[in-house]
């Protein structure tokens, strides 16, 4: 939900396990929590996971990111047992852009993180349409704050960073449908 319709700012995130297994959102050998950013290279948004609380998604289990907890909560009624964190500071682009988890690499030489991609979505908000002369925008224009949310359509087994795999459709965090 890249663009809400009325409060902005309770813009948001589903991160999903897809697999059967626990997934930690932190790196004990390198001592960092995942990373979720909206330009790894300029990021507006980079929310790290925490390291002390360390977030584990369970098989299938999906939790929530933010922009503004209150924001979010005045909006949506949420299953207390889906774990929501807010980001902080930045906000989604309205128009598209390249969204980013990353886990942590090495440190090199100087001290710099590397971030190993295990996922990115480049969406955009679909106004170009079919008008050609401007480049085809596949990404479906409902959810450009009128109040639809972008939705994958088959989590489990398609590619997440190509907008054929993706819909409009009522806003439904913290509650994927299985197939």
């Given amino acids: 939900m890249y663009h809400p ?22 790196d004990d050998l390198e001592l960092e929590g995942w990373r979720f950013t909206d330009d790894p290279d300029n990021p507006g948004i980079d929310f790290r996971f925490p390291i002390f609380d360390a977030v584990v998604l369970g098989p299938n ?37 390249k969204i980013q988890l990353s886990m942590p690499g090495e440190l090199d ?38 109040g639809r949310a972008l939705h994958r359509i088959a989590p489990y087994d398609t590619y997440g960073n190509d907008p054929i795999n993706w819909q409009a459709g009522e806003p439904s965090p913290g509650l994927l449908e299985r197939e």
């Fill in 61 to 97: 289990e999906s939790l929530l990111l933010v922009a503004d907890g209150l924001a979010f909560e005045s909006v949506f009624e949420i299953d207390e047992a889906v774990q929501i964190l807010a980001w902080g500071t930045g906000k989604l682009s309205n128009g598209g852009e």
């Fill in 5 to 26: 319709a009325g409060v902005a700012a309770a813009e948001y995130i589903e991160l999903t396990n897809i697999t059967q297994e626990p997934v930690w959102l932190y």
């Fill in 109 to 146: 030489e100087l001290g710099n993180r590397s971030w190993i991609r295990v996922d990115r979505v480049n969406y955009s908000d679909g106004t170009n349409g079919n008008n050609f002369s401007q480049g085809y925008d596949p990404w479906p224009r409902s959810a450009d704050g009128l």
